[in-house]
Structures are given as C-alpha cells and as structure tokens.
C-alpha cells in the first residue's frame, strides 16, 4: 500500500510538470496477421514523454531508447503490462525493434509462425499503472474468418478476448 501511495505521489508529480505538454494520455496497437511471414505483427505507439517518464519513475533514471540498455528496459515493462495468452497459456512475443522519436515510441512485436488462435486473451495495462487516465486503443486486423475489431483498454479493463 505504501508503494502505491509513493507511486501515485510521483506520478501526481510528474504529471502536473507536464499538463502543458499534453493532457491526454492514449496509446494505440495494431494486431495483424502476415500471411507472407506466417507471423502476427503487433505494433504499439505511444507518447515519447510518457514512456520517458514511466520508465524514470520505474528505475529512478533516464534512458535513451536508441541504445539497447533503454530497449531493454522497455522490453521488461511491456512484458509484463502487454500480455496475449491462448488455452491458458502466455503466447511468446518476439521483441522485433523500437523506434524513439520526439513524440513518439513505437515498438515493433511478432508471434512467430501463428496467427492468434480463436479466443487468445490480450491483457493491456501500458501505461495504466503510472497514468490512471491513459486509455489504450487496439485494432485487430481480420483473419481466419474473423471480422476486424477495435478493443479500448484502461486501468478498469485491462484484459479482453479478442475477437
């Protein structure tokens, strides 16, 4: 309890320096799969400055997402807050590559050799834990028969079956 009351107190702090730079807080991931690669790609982009931020809070520095060390820890973050599982089991996410800009990170993902089996349950708290409003947009491309949908996420719904 004393760890959440810290957290929300940093993150209060943190966020109240930066309402002139943004007061929305969204992040957005397209699920699609490639039938020339045989795999699922997973694409998510978010607000350079929130990752930046979240990933101070967590560690208590910053990281340049150029180099691997800053990868790396994004990557331990993701693993853990983005989540897609099939028959009960935690579906391997392939870590393809990062992307850093002013005002964007966008990190490149794979499921090799598979397109999501019917009913995989994708858990989505990116960024939630650090930004209560942060809401999380998730479009996932039509294959198997199935229709294209789009999921919202936030911290009160972090967890969806996918179509």
């Known amino acids: 309890m004393l760890r959440w009351f810290r957290n929300a107190a940093l993150a209060a702090a943190v966020l109240s320096g930066?309402?002139?730079a943004h007061n929305y807080h969204m992040g957005l991931a397209d699920?699609?799969?490639?039938a020339d690669t045989g795999n699922t790609e997973i694409v998510h982009t978010y607000t350079a400055h929130d990752v930046e931020a979240l990933l101070a809070?967590?560690?208590g520095r910053q990281f340049d997402l150029g180099l691997d060390?800053?990868?790396?820890?994004?990557?331990r973050y993701l693993d853990k807050r983005f989540?897609?599982?099939?028959?009960?089991?935690?579906?391997?996410?392939?870590?393809v590559g990062v992307k850093a800009s002013a005002d964007t990170i966008t990190v490149y993902q794979q499921v090799d050799g598979a397109a999501l089996p019917a009913g995989t349950v994708l858990k989505n708290g990116v960024l939630t834990d650090f930004l209560p409003?942060?809401?999380?947009?998730?479009?996932?491309?039509g294959s198997a028969g199935r229709a294209a949908a789009t999921l919202t996420f936030t911290a009160a719904k972090e967890e969806q079956r996918l179509p």
């Open 18 to 20: 930066t309402a002139t």
């Open 57 to 59: 809070n967590l560690y």
């Open 31 to 34: 699920i699609g799969y490639n």
């Open 83 to 95: 989540v897609l599982a099939a028959e009960g089991r935690r579906l391997p996410l392939q870590w």
């Open 133 to 141: 409003g942060q809401i999380n947009t998730v479009n996932v491309g």
């Open 69 to 75: 060390e800053g990868q790396d820890a994004l990557r």
